[in-house]
């Protein structure tokens, strides 16, 4: 029970959704572009850039609708099977940890749903804005790899907290049945305190990282503008793109950290309903 074996079970249907999700991706890559080819191609006095943007829009609706519809479906017969495993499991007779596990084991399905495409997004969002920025201004990359560098230190650096405050948490939440049954007022109110101690530790945790990458990201959108502002060889068009380029990779470095630390979750999670499933 864990993200990789779900995979292994389902693996095709799931490389299905994961396929159309990389397709969609790597349209979405192309916006900045487009938008700048429609700015230039306006201010040329000719539609060609304009349809190139319209027919971009309709590709990516297209492809996000067959996706959703497709996911939802998908992902709630996984769980359904799934949490059915762990309802049956009758070795395992105590009703508070089984709750628990039926509501983390959603946990790992709503991943796959909902956090993977999200990553797959990022990623190739990101290699594929940082190939872009390449062909575009080779400075603007230099110190793209450079932020991406010190993000990475600050999630690695932290990883260990993250690690120990998910299995308080979680360790926490497993009892929360059997302290609710037991209609004991002190009793559940510890139980709540304890349990947003470790919430709040977590969100602290991720404040003073956002903060530090949010730092990162704002010097490199000023220093980019400045760099690309003062080539007067570009045109307004080039200049738009890379500007939006460069936000773009910012959204998706930004995001990438969020998965990392959900990722380190999970795998908690994964060996508690292990353990769970092994009694």
């Not at 070795?91 to 909902?114: D, P, Y």
Request: hydrophobic share 50%; charged share 20%; net charge positive.
């Amino acid at each position: 029970m864990s993200l990789l074996e779900i995979y292994k079970r389902h693996r095709f249907k799931i490389s299905i959704t994961v396929g159309v999700v990389v397709l969609e991706s790597i349209l979405m890559i192309l916006f900045p572009l487009c938008i700048g080819r429609a700015i230039q191609s306006v201010l040329d006095s000719n539609i060609n850039g304009i349809l190139e943007l319209i027919a971009l829009c309709l590709l990516v609706l297209i492809f996000g609708a067959i996706r959703r519809y497709y996911d939802t479906r998908l992902y709630a017969r996984i769980y359904r099977k799934l949490a059915m495993k762990v309802v049956d499991k009758k070795e395992q007779k105590n009703t508070s940890s089984k709750v628990a596990h039926v509501n983390l084991l959603g946990e790992l399905v709503e991943f796959f749903e909902n956090s993977l495409p999200e990553i797959i997004t990022s990623i190739i969002g990101l290699v594929g804005t940082l190939v872009i920025i390449f062909t575009l201004n080779i400075t603007v990359l230099g110190i793209c790899l450079a932020v991406i560098v010190g993000i990475m230190l600050v999630y690695l650096l932290s990883s260990k907290k993250t690690l120990r405050y998910n299995y308080g948490y979680n360790s926490e939440l497993e009892r929360q049945v059997d302290i609710l049954s037991r209609e004991h007022k002190d009793q559940s109110a510890l139980h709540f305190k304890r349990l947003m101690k470790w919430n709040i530790k977590l969100s602290d945790l991720e404040t003073f990282n956002f903060s530090i990458v949010w730092v990162l990201l704002a010097a490199l959108l000023v220093s980019s503008i400045k760099l690309v502002g003062r080539d007067g060889a570009l045109q307004f068009g080039i200049i738009f793109s890379i500007i939006m380029y460069v936000f773009q990779f910012m959204e998706s470095t930004i995001s990438l950290p969020y998965y990392y630390q959900q990722v380190l979750r999970l795998k908690d999670i994964s060996s508690r309903l292990n353990k769970g499933l092994s009694l």
